[in-house]
């Protein structure tokens, strides 16, 4: 026997793990328990704990996911019998399912230094219960789910159809904390604190038995009452019973639920029985004839001790003292069976390895199986989901029935591989088919129509020296969503396949961390390019290299960039330049096609009748000397040729004006409104100021027309503004300066592209659009540059210009064009946002006005300046042209772009106003998952930690729970559709602390 307590399997500061699970495949583990402000699920690699050279080793990792989705302590956490789903729940009355996905791995986890390796979301989320849920089990075939919590009751859900609930099974007078499935499928047991074992008959889910005998002595309860059903299905042991004043586990024997035997020992309560999953075998004597068939039973304790029994044995076979330093709350084991790991209250993890002559060897699945059929009968799975349970074959023909159904399925499932009618018809009449060559077979299933539309003929092109390439398809490697995740081997490198449709070559490339698809498909090494051809292949970054399959035919991908046609036009212009006239028709005719130009056939080879268009190059014996596109030839790579790169020349031109500059006047003049009790300030500039022979211009601010300070500027000004601690001036030599409240320089002169157009002041922030539609915004008091050089051409169409450009009152940059379209720059996403939209159809047909509170001047702000020119325009008027159905739709999307523009323009005092109107209008159409994902969003972790949180106590300086308190009470205009909803949030937001 080996034990390992690995201390790095821990939830950090010494949280509580509450539960453990190993996976099917025993190549991961799951973890629960408490996080940092919320319950957390870790799902760790089982290779470094099996061996101590891949603890050791940094390259095999030993987290692989974290999940954090658990508002509160995650009680319980179990892998399905298949090994695609884990279940976990929580004292957040919630049960979540999750499965694998093939995004988001490769990252890092957010305050954490482990890497994702995997990324598992969560598939459904199960609400019912009413009150914390402390265990749960799946059925033996997958199909149902159990679980049960303190309100008394357990749910049978659906597991084929979540969230559809089988059953609630009632008559625990107290908290239930534990559920086991018998193994055969016909019964489900659960314990409670109400001194009672009750066995329900899972085909009509009502009670079979209750046992009340060995409990009767109990005085005290325990955090879970976790029993376990033998793998034989004789016995169910409970946790907690009494025999003479002492701990025991009871044995119950299927047979009249008698309660004649007890595992004895421990001191304390018992918390947790599981059974190892095998039927064991093993010969206890030298001269015994056969090997003797028994069950293996691990029991952990309060008293922090854990004891393995072997029903053949009347002693236990291990007992480990003060293996934790507090109560042991979970057990696995492998499905090898000769692995353990418990868990326990302290946070901390055991491991346990047994060795084949000391625990058995256990039956194979085969074996096992013909046992159960020949003790309770063979049974026939349920058609229905929400059926009773499995039932007994009593006529052999039933059985063949089902067998010959079973195979037609799997025939007709196989059909649905192939997308040709005929071999659809074949595959109808025999089992044994292949699928036809022009679909792309992946782990059994047709990707021809997968995002990628990898082409059923092969894409040819020849490369100058005569060598045909072959364009590849590439087939992914990473699961789908929901699949059964593979074996981990803590391997992180995988393979990249390549698959043609003509002659089935295959071919596998090895790649490492490569984690997301973006970017595979990278040209490889470029292939000489014939001077004046304008075709070009980009440099790749990419680590993949062409790989040759026999022969003298190699794969290899050819990408070719159309950056080369931006240009063309221009370039044909230019003077004394052979053939521009020629060049130009092959650009427009490559343009209108959608083609990048390439290299025409030897005429010596026949005419091409499959793969990707060429076009013709009319004069190949044209010189490289007469075309001003050819470059001098870049750098050769290893084992390559020099590559000429054409480039086009002399197409550089004057940028185009998008807002013409203020002409400059003698004289410019704003007002700049200062602090209540203080008068205004007034910016004057004078240009063209003579002083001592030379032309000056002078600045000046002043308060009641007495001056407060002076500058002078070296170049007239076009623009000037400012705030009471902030003057800006513009000057035709693109120089933007920038002055404090008493007339220093703030700011060193900042030197521009181009000459300033628009120049607003608000604080400390300088906002600049120049005449290129280049714009600006820094704030002077950090001396940083917010936003550098953002154009404005990707927002303004042909026929519009700017109308205005300003500084919201939250220091926001807000551009309106003359179409009436207002946006503003996002330096987080690097992308401009529409914030408003007068010829918006979508608002336009939105029906939030009777929901909307009224407007005060409290709630006035740049996006409700901005809404006066769309209701000036009647944007109402269209209301009744829309479906109602369709109505609902543009008044929530309406809704969320109103929310997401006060986000955007920083406006606390707007959000407020469209949060209400937003729930308000939830609250009238009865959305309760919409209204359930804004409640959540709000109130957040209801556990108070001192560690720093990952969910941000406020939004735009309102905090999230002053909001939620806000828009709970507007639940009573539909009280009956939302009672429910309103008392769970209620109470968890008077169980949450304040947050400062």
């Given at each position: 026997?080996?034990?390992?307590?690995?201390a790095?399997?821990?939830?950090?500061?010494g949280k509580?793990?509450?539960?453990?699970?190993?996976?099917?495949?025993?190549?991961r583990f799951?973890?629960?328990?408490?996080?940092?402000?919320?319950?957390?699920?870790?799902?760790?690699?089982?290779?470094?704990?099996?061996s101590?050279s891949?603890?050791?080793?940094?390259s095999?990792?030993?987290?692989l996911?974290?999940?954090?989705n658990?508002?509160?302590?995650?009680?319980?956490?179990?892998?399905s019998?298949?090994?695609?789903?884990?279940?976990?729940c929580?004292?957040?009355?919630?049960?979540?399912?999750?499965?694998?996905?093939?995004?988001?791995?490769?990252?890092?986890?957010?305050?954490?230094d482990?890497k994702?390796?995997?990324?598992?979301?969560p598939a459904?989320?199960?609400?019912?219960?009413?009150?914390?849920?402390?265990?749960?089990?799946w059925?033996?075939?997958?199909?149902?789910l159990?679980?049960?919590?303190?309100?008394?009751?357990?749910?049978?859900?659906?597991?084929?159809?979540?969230?559809?609930?089988?059953s609630?099974?009632?008559g625990?007078?107290?908290?239930?904390?534990?559920v086991?499935?018998?193994?055969?499928?016909?019964?489900?047991a659960?314990?409670?604190?109400?001194?009672?074992?009750?066995?329900w008959r899972t085909?009509?889910?009502q009670?079979?038995?209750?046992?009340?005998?060995?409990?009767?002595?109990?005085?005290?309860?325990?955090?879970?009452?976790?029993?376990?059903?033998?793998?034989d299905?004789?016995?169910?042991v409970?946790?907690?019973?009494m025999n003479?004043?002492g701990?025991?586990?009871?044995?119950?024997?299927?047979a009249?639920?008698?309660?004649?035997?007890?595992?004895?020992?421990?001191?304390?309560?018992?918390?947790?029985?599981?059974f190892?999953?095998?039927?064991?075998?093993?010969?206890?004597?030298?001269?015994?004839?056969?090997?003797?068939?028994?069950?293996?039973?691990?029991i952990?304790?309060?008293?922090?001790?854990?004891?393995?029994?072997?029903?053949?044995l009347k002693?236990?076979?291990?007992?480990?003292?003060?293996?934790f330093?507090?109560?042991i709350?979970?057990?696995?084991?492998?499905?090898?069976?000769?692995?353990?790991l418990?868990?326990s209250?302290?946070g901390?993890?055991?491991?346990?390895?047994?060795?084949?002559?000391?625990?058995?060897?256990?039956?194979?699945?085969?074996?096992?199986?013909?046992?159960?059929?020949k003790?309770y009968?063979?049974?026939v799975?349920?058609?229905s989901?929400?059926g009773?349970?499995?039932?007994?074959?009593?006529?052999a023909?039933?059985l063949?029935?089902?067998?010959?159904q079973q195979?037609?399925?799997?025939?007709?499932?196989?059909?649905?591989?192939v997308t040709?009618?005929?071999?659809?018809?074949?595959?109808?009449?025999?089992s044994?088919s292949?699928?036809?060559?022009?679909?792309?077979?992946y782990?059994?299933?047709?990707?021809?129509?997968?995002p990628f539309?990898?082409t059923?003929?092969?894409?040819?092109?020849?490369?100058?020296?005569g060598?045909?390439?072959?364009?590849?398809?590439?087939?992914?490697?990473?699961?789908?969503?929901?699949?059964?995740?593979?074996?981990f081997?803590?391997?992180?490198?995988?393979?990249?396949?390549?698959k043609?449709?003509?002659?089935?070559?295959?071919?596998q490339?090895?790649?490492?961390?490569?984690?997301?698809l973006s970017?595979?498909?990278?040209?490889?090494a470029?292939?000489?390019?014939?001077?004046?051809?304008?075709?070009?292949t980009?440099?790749?970054?990419?680590?993949?290299?062409?790989?040759?399959?026999?022969?003298?035919?190699?794969?290899?991908?050819?990408?070719?960039?159309?950056?080369?046609?931006?240009?063309?036009?221009d370039?044909?212009?230019?003077?004394?330049t052979?053939?521009?006239?020629?060049?130009?028709?092959?650009?427009?005719?490559?343009?209108?096609?959608?083609?990048?130009?390439k290299r025409?056939?030897?005429?010596?080879e026949?005419?091409?009748?499959r793969?990707?268009?060429?076009?013709?190059?009319?004069?190949r014996?044209?010189?490289a000397?007469?075309?001003?596109?050819?470059?001098?030839?870049l750098?050769?790579q290893s084992?390559?040729?020099?590559?000429?790169?054409?480039?086009?020349?002399?197409?550089?031109?004057?940028?185009?004006?998008?807002?013409?500059?203020?002409?400059?006047?003698?004289?410019?003049?704003v007002?700049?409104?200062?602090?209540?009790?203080?008068?205004?300030?007034?910016?004057t500039?004078?240009?063209?100021?003579?002083?001592?022979?030379?032309m000056?211009?002078?600045?000046?601010?002043?308060?009641g027309?007495?001056?407060?300070?002076q500058?002078v500027l070296?170049?007239p000004?076009?623009?000037?503004?400012?705030?009471r601690?902030?003057?800006?001036v513009?000057?035709?030599n693109?120089?933007?300066?920038?002055?404090?409240?008493i007339?220093q320089?703030?700011?060193?002169?900042?030197?521009?592209?181009?000459k300033?157009?628009?120049?607003?002041?608000?604080?400390?922030h300088?906002?600049a659009?120049t005449?290129?539609?280049?714009?600006y915004?820094?704030?002077?008091?950090?001396?940083?540059?917010?936003?550098?050089?953002e154009?404005l051409?990707?927002i303004?169409?042909?026929?519009?210009r700017?109308k205005?450009a300003?500084?919201?009152?939250?220091?926001?940059?807000?551009?309106?064009?003359?179409?009436?379209?207002?946006?503003t720059?996002?330096?987080?996403?690097?992308s401009?946002?529409?914030?408003?939209d007068r010829?918006?159809?979508?608002?336009?047909s939105?029906?939030?006005?009777?929901?909307?509170?009224r407007?005060?001047?409290?709630?006035?702000?740049t996006?409700?300046?901005?809404?006066?020119?769309?209701?000036?325009?009647?944007?109402?008027?269209?209301?009744?042209?829309?479906?109602?159905?369709?109505?609902?739709?543009?008044?929530?999307?309406?809704?969320?772009?109103?929310?997401?523009?006060c986000?955007?323009?920083?406006?606390?005092?707007?959000?407020?106003?469209w949060?209400?109107?937003?729930?308000?209008y939830?609250?009238q159409?009865?959305?309760?998952?919409?209204?359930?994902?804004?409640?959540s969003?709000?109130?957040?972790?209801?556990?108070?930690?001192?560690?720093?949180h990952?969910?941000?106590?406020?939004?735009?300086g309102?905090?999230?729970r002053?909001?939620?308190?806000e828009?709970?009470p507007?639940?009573?205009?539909?009280?009956k559709a939302?009672?429910r909803?309103?008392?769970?949030?209620?109470?968890?937001?008077d169980?949450?602390?304040?947050?400062?």
């Amino acid at each position: 026997m080996r034990l390992v307590k690995p201390a790095w399997v821990n939830h950090k500061d010494g949280k509580p793990i509450f539960s453990v699970d190993i996976h099917p495949d025993g190549s991961r583990f799951a973890t629960g328990g408490q996080g940092d402000d919320a319950g957390k699920i870790i799902i760790w690699n089982m290779a470094p704990v099996r061996s101590e050279s891949a603890e050791k080793d940094d390259s095999v990792p030993k987290v692989l996911c974290e999940m954090d989705n658990h508002l509160a302590c995650v009680n319980c956490v179990r892998w399905s019998g298949s090994g695609r789903y884990l279940a976990s729940c929580g004292d957040d009355k919630l049960i979540m399912i999750w499965h694998i996905s093939k995004f988001g791995a490769g990252g890092s986890v957010f305050g954490s230094d482990s890497k994702i390796i995997e990324s598992w979301r969560p598939a459904h989320t199960l609400r019912g219960h009413a009150g914390d849920v402390l265990d749960l089990a799946w059925s033996p075939d997958d199909t149902w789910l159990a679980t049960c919590s303190i309100d008394n009751t357990i749910i049978i859900w659906n597991a084929e159809k979540f969230p559809e609930q089988v059953s609630v099974l009632r008559g625990h007078t107290g908290l239930v904390k534990g559920v086991t499935w018998d193994p055969v499928g016909k019964y489900l047991a659960s314990q409670s604190d109400d001194r009672s074992l009750r066995v329900w008959r899972t085909r009509d889910w009502q009670q079979e038995a209750i046992v009340t005998e060995p409990f009767k002595e109990c005085g005290g309860t325990t955090h879970v009452l976790r029993c376990d059903w033998s793998p034989d299905g004789h016995y169910v042991v409970s946790a907690h019973a009494m025999n003479n004043s002492g701990p025991t586990a009871q044995i119950i024997e299927r047979a009249g639920w008698k309660t004649s035997l007890d595992f004895v020992g421990h001191r304390k309560a018992i918390t947790v029985v599981r059974f190892n999953p095998g039927i064991l075998c093993k010969k206890f004597k030298k001269d015994a004839s056969k090997a003797q068939q028994y069950t293996c039973c691990a029991i952990g304790s309060r008293d922090r001790s854990l004891s393995i029994w072997l029903t053949a044995l009347k002693r236990p076979l291990v007992v480990t003292h003060e293996l934790f330093t507090n109560s042991i709350l979970d057990i696995t084991w492998a499905s090898c069976g000769s692995e353990l790991l418990c868990c326990s209250c302290d946070g901390t993890v055991a491991y346990i390895q047994f060795k084949p002559e000391e625990i058995g060897t256990p039956m194979s699945k085969a074996d096992t199986l013909h046992l159960l059929e020949k003790i309770y009968g063979k049974a026939v799975h349920k058609t229905s989901s929400s059926g009773g349970a499995s039932q007994i074959i009593e006529s052999a023909d039933l059985l063949r029935l089902q067998q010959q159904q079973q195979q037609n399925m799997s025939i007709l499932s196989s059909t649905s591989l192939v997308t040709s009618p005929e071999e659809r018809s074949r595959l109808s009449n025999t089992s044994n088919s292949t699928p036809t060559k022009s679909s792309i077979i992946y782990r059994g299933k047709d990707i021809t129509g997968s995002p990628f539309k990898p082409t059923d003929k092969q894409i040819e092109t020849k490369t100058p020296d005569g060598r045909r390439r072959i364009t590849p398809i590439f087939i992914p490697s990473e699961p789908e969503v929901g699949a059964a995740p593979e074996p981990f081997t803590g391997n992180t490198g995988s393979k990249i396949q390549f698959k043609t449709s003509k002659g089935g070559t295959s071919i596998q490339i090895e790649r490492k961390n490569v984690v997301t698809l973006s970017g595979l498909m990278s040209p490889p090494a470029t292939s000489p390019v014939r001077p004046g051809t304008l075709e070009s292949t980009p440099k790749s970054n990419s680590s993949i290299s062409p790989v040759t399959a026999g022969g003298d035919k190699s794969i290899d991908a050819v990408v070719q960039p159309l950056s080369a046609l931006d240009n063309q036009k221009d370039a044909s212009k230019a003077p004394d330049t052979p053939k521009s006239s020629n060049l130009h028709k092959i650009s427009s005719s490559a343009e209108k096609k959608g083609l990048s130009l390439k290299r025409k056939h030897d005429k010596d080879e026949p005419p091409r009748k499959r793969g990707r268009p060429r076009l013709a190059d009319k004069d190949r014996s044209q010189p490289a000397t007469t075309t001003p596109f050819t470059t001098p030839s870049l750098p050769a790579q290893s084992g390559q040729a020099a590559v000429e790169r054409p480039v086009a020349r002399h197409l550089t031109s004057a940028p185009e004006i998008l807002i013409p500059v203020p002409a400059t006047e003698k004289r410019l003049s704003v007002q700049v409104l200062a602090d209540s009790g203080e008068g205004a300030l007034t910016v004057t500039v004078e240009n063209n100021v003579p002083s001592g022979g030379v032309m000056l211009s002078r600045l000046c601010v002043a308060r009641g027309g007495d001056p407060i300070w002076q500058q002078v500027l070296s170049t007239p000004a076009t623009a000037v503004a400012g705030s009471r601690t902030i003057t800006a001036v513009s000057c035709t030599n693109c120089c933007l300066s920038v002055y404090n409240e008493i007339g220093q320089k703030a700011l060193p002169n900042l030197m521009l592209s181009s000459k300033v157009s628009i120049l607003d002041v608000h604080g400390c922030h300088v906002l600049a659009v120049t005449c290129t539609g280049a714009l600006y915004l820094w704030n002077v008091q950090k001396k940083q540059c917010i936003i550098k050089n953002e154009q404005l051409s990707g927002i303004i169409k042909r026929e519009e210009r700017v109308k205005k450009a300003v500084l919201s009152t939250e220091c926001v940059p807000v551009v309106t064009l003359s179409s009436h379209r207002s946006f503003t720059f996002s330096p987080d996403l690097a992308s401009w946002l529409l914030v408003q939209d007068r010829s918006d159809r979508v608002s336009q047909s939105s029906s939030h006005y009777h929901t909307k509170p009224r407007l005060t001047s409290k709630h006035a702000g740049t996006l409700t300046a901005l809404h006066i020119t769309q209701e000036r325009h009647g944007g109402t008027e269209r209301l009744v042209q829309s479906a109602a159905d369709t109505r609902q739709l543009c008044t929530l999307s309406h809704l969320e772009s109103q929310l997401q523009a006060c986000l955007a323009l920083q406006s606390p005092a707007e959000y407020r106003f469209w949060l209400h109107t937003y729930v308000r209008y939830l609250v009238q159409e009865g959305l309760e998952s919409q209204l359930r994902e804004v409640c959540s969003g709000l109130l957040g972790p209801i556990i108070k930690t001192s560690s720093k949180h990952t969910w941000e106590h406020s939004i735009l300086g309102i905090k999230k729970r002053t909001l939620l308190k806000e828009v709970l009470p507007l639940f009573s205009e539909n009280l009956k559709a939302l009672q429910r909803l309103y008392t769970e949030f209620q109470e968890q937001l008077d169980m949450a602390p304040d947050t400062t």
